[in-house]
């Protein structure tokens, strides 16, 4: 779910948090994400994603 998108200029962060199921092991899960996001003359130039791995990492172990 996206919560908010803080924009200032060319870069971006968006925030939010995810719930999904890891297939491999049935486990739901949720996680906190934040995409920082560069753009250049209307397109996206870099995209680096900062997430709750650990919660991840777990649902899928």
């Known amino acids: ?3 908010r998108i ?3 200029g060319e ?3 968006a925030l939010g948090e995810i719930r999904q199921t ?3 092991t049935g486990r739901p899960y949720q996680a906190r994400f ?3 996001l560069t753009s250049a003359d209307g397109r996206v130039t870099r995209h680096h994603v900062h997430e709750d791995s650990l919660a991840v ?3 899928f172990g």
């Open 1 to 3: 779910m996206l919560e």
């Open 22 to 24: 890891a297939r491999p």
């Open 11 to 13: 870069p971006a962060v």
């Open 6 to 8: 803080l924009v200032d």
């Open 57 to 59: 990492s777990r649902a």
């Open 34 to 36: 934040a995409p920082h």
